[in-house]
């Protein structure tokens, strides 16, 4: 007998193809965008295109938002206030595609999830960092950075390049009256990884405050946020230090024991 597809199957067909064909401009204007960050780098006005990236991930926005109610989280930019290439300085030109390349991770995180095609890239990577890094870290750290940079470098033996596949302290998110910036970036996961160092119990509240604190400051620009947190033993039921915290949606939660 041959299957005859009903309406609804082709009517969800039609609309996972066009979430695909959103996703897949996002990421070519991702790409290009990254390309302007990647070349010229001694050229200051290297980023005077911001209004035609703004304008085309304005219209991704739009687009996928007629395909998917989760679409309407997303921020688009007001043109009509944003200046001409010849009437801002560099640094604002700067601002504006790091605002860009922000938000168009969360567009691809959104799509990505409308098509479920990042979940099983997200748990891969997730159990990689699980299980590698306590064997890489060879003695007790003292500073988060150290923590930080056994993560990097981890990255760097998965094949992964700076720049490309992951960032480092680039990404400013405005929270108020300052500005905060993850510990590393990963564009194609849509997300931002968080490394955190508890050495005492007397630090746990104050922990998770801070996470809490990330998570609302994060959220407004990035798709996904990872935390990493290294315990030196101050963490006895890891399911009680999680909790409200590793939601298992967007925000997740990897203690790994020194």
Known sequence: MQFEPQLGDTANGQQKAS?????VQARALRDALM???????GNIWRFGSYRTFMDQ????????ASLTPAAGSLSVFDLSKIKGQFNTIAMAQKSYCDSVLALLSMLISVAEQELGAQEGELSSFIDFLRSRLRPAVFRQPGTEREIQDVVEQLLIGRGCSKGGDYDREVGRVKV?????????????????LEVKLLKDASRRSALIDEINADIK????????????????????????????LDNQRNVFVVVVKH
């Open 19 to 23: 979430v695909m064909r959103v996703l």
């Open 35 to 41: 390309f302007v960050y990647q070349t010229d780098q």
């Open 57 to 64: 991930y304005n219209a991704l926005v739009k687009e996928l």
């Open 176 to 192: 108020s009256a300052k500005e905060v910036v993850p510990d590393f970036t990963l564009p194609k996961l849509g997300m931002a």
């Open 217 to 244: 400051a994060y959220g407004k620009s990035y798709g996904r946020i990872l935390f990493l947190v290294y315990d030196l033993g101050a963490i006895r039921d890891e399911a009680e230090f999680k909790r409200d």
